[in-house]
């Protein structure tokens, strides 16, 4: 919002003051400043929307001037200019938080309300900036007591959060859509845009939503290379997977399922804006009927708390001749670890969700290279984590030996596992990710053999011939409990006789 200033002569300056205090019109926030020589002072003005102008303060501040029944200023010369004052002392070196406390209660203290409302407990401690317009948590200014300040409330919050547009959350809706639930308080209208490793994502607030949490994600993506390759992204929303697919990792072309008429519609604004259009191709409506089939060299599955609705078609999606990899994520959940057996203790998967111990050995988990070892023995990997890692959990380097596998695997003819350490290599180590003594990974690892070993079926089922699946990597995306973990499981899946042809 522009600020605006009088300009008189310094002898008229306190009384002005007083005069606009008194008529609401004085900016707390900033202070007198000399000029000209200090043959003049400018004196602030609090202005309350955008639609003030030079003109229309001019008339105002002349009739505070006449209606003072003081002579002396009754028919003082003045002039309105914008001009951005030096900010008040007290409002020098302030978070934004706390600028917001003072000027909250400046606001109650004006409107005699400051004593009906325990207004601090209000005033939120975080929010989010997108582009102009700043996104408060569903607990700020909630009350009605608050609430029944609207405007003003809202110009003051959004020039301390130095945006234009206010906008509030609550719950984000169990609709299917995961449309969230945000309401505009001040502003035209939600479309905000973001850039984010160099892609431009606009979406309207108020109607979709933005996973910032998944930047690791998108970061990964961007960095593989998908020179060549097809992809399904079967949860498309507006583009976080699909756009990085593109711009970043060369795909040849993207197949992007989405059910939501909103994100769809961002969606395709983002493909223009990001001049990736050409490339992609939008399949409006359930991807478990609008998916392409047989056309995939990779899926991504980025549904949480489980894309398992989605397995079956993700299978379907995938080439029958060569497969492909899929990416799904999932919250998985891990128990307390003085719950978890030991290493050498006899390992009863019931607790993770997986039936039984026979169960995991049918898993075809091929990771070392030797077909006959992983898909009958994998369980001699699984119970002893430390002698033999199989799986390339999180971003944190391997135990020494299971280099020796990763180089295998990625010399093998098919198995594109080299990619996977790139990947490994580039993202930072973040948070509880990965640890070598705990036992939540080993949850992890659980999950990761059991949907590895459902996907197989799915495949066999589907194609009416043998298939291998291979966990390629686990990504640890965020935490969101203790016990729950959003994470990304790599798993290759190619027909048998593709492995023995090439042998
Ligand atoms: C959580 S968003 C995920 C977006 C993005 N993949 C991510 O992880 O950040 C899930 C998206 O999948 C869409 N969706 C859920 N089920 C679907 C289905 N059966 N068919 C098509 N879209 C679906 C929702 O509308 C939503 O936009």
Redesign the pocket.
């Known amino acids: 919002m522009e600020q605006f200033a009088v300009i008189i002569d310094p002898k008229f300056a306190e009384i002005l003051k007083h005069h606009l205090k008194k008529n609401e019109l004085w900016d707390e926030s900033r202070r007198i400043q000399h000029l000209r020589n200090k043959a003049k002072v400018a004196l602030p003005i609090r202005v309350t929307s955008t639609s003030y102008t030079k003109q229309n303060l001019s008339e105002c501040v002349s009739g505070i001037l006449q209606s003072s029944q003081n002579k002396d200023i009754s028919s003082l010369n003045f002039e309105i200019q914008t001009l951005q004052l030096p900010l008040a002392k007290k409002h020098l070196l302030k978070t934004p938080r706390e600028t917001l406390c003072i000027q909250v209660e400046e606001l109650l203290t004006r409107k005699g309300m400051k004593t009906c409302t325990d207004f601090i407990n209000e005033i939120p401690d975080h929010w989010e900036i997108h582009g102009d317009l700043v996104l408060l948590p569903c607990s700020a200014f909630k009350s009605t007591a608050l609430a029944s300040l609207g405007d003003e409330l809202w110009q003051m919050v959004a020039s301390c959060l130095k945006c234009n547009r206010v906008a509030r959350k609550s719950a984000i809706s169990s609709d299917?859509?995961?449309t969230p639930q945000v309401s505009l308080l001040l502003g035209e209208d939600g479309w905000v845009e973001h850039i984010d490793n160099g892609i431009r994502y606009t979406y309207d607030v108020t109607r979709c939503?933005f996973?910032a949490g998944?930047i690791t994600e998108k970061l990964r993506i961007a960095s593989l290379d998908c020179s060549g390759q097809t992809i399904v992204?079967?949860?498309?929303?507006i583009g976080?997977?699909t756009l990085p697919y593109l711009v970043h990792a060369n795909a040849s072309h993207v197949h992007a399922?989405?059910?939501?008429p909103d994100?769809v519609e961002a969606l395709q604004r983002n493909l223009k804006v990001n001049n990736v259009a050409e490339k992609c191709t939008v399949h409006f409506?359930?991807?478990?009927q609008e998916c392409p089939t047989g056309c995939a060299d990779r899926v991504?599955l980025?549904?949480?708390p489980s894309s398992e609705?989605?397995w079956p078609v993700a299978c379907a999606a995938l080439k029958p001749d060569t497969g492909g990899i899929l990416h799904i994520?999932a919250n998985v959940t891990s128990f307390p670890s003085d719950s978890f057996p030991s290493d050498s203790d006899s390992f009863n998967c019931k607790g993770a969700g997986v039936d039984n111990k026979d169960t995991i050995k049918e898993t075809a988990i091929n990771l070392s290279g030797s077909k006959e070892r992983n898909v009958h023995d994998c369980s001699a990997n699984i119970y002893q984590p430390n002698r033999s890692i199989e799986t390339n959990i999180g971003n944190v380097a391997q135990e020494p030996d299971s280099h020796s596998e990763i180089n295998e695997m990625s010399s093998n003819g098919y198995n594109s596992n080299k990619e996977c350490c790139v990947v490994d290599n580039q993202i930072p180590f973040k948070g509880d990710n990965y640890d070598k003594g705990n036992k939540k990974n080993k949850y992890w690892q659980v999950w990761a053999e059991e949907t590895g070993t459902k996907i197989k079926h799915l495949l066999e089922r589907n194609n009416g011939k043998e298939w291998r699946t291979s966990i390629l990597h686990i990504e640890h995306i965020k935490s969101y409990a203790p016990h729950v973990d959003h994470l990304v499981l790599d798993l290759e899946c190619r027909p048998f006789s593709l492995l023995t042809d090439n042998n």
């Open positions: 299917g859509f995961r939503m996973s998944n992204d079967l949860y498309a929303g976080y997977f399922c989405e059910w939501n994100a409506g359930d991807n478990r991504n980025g549904l949480i609705e989605g994520h």
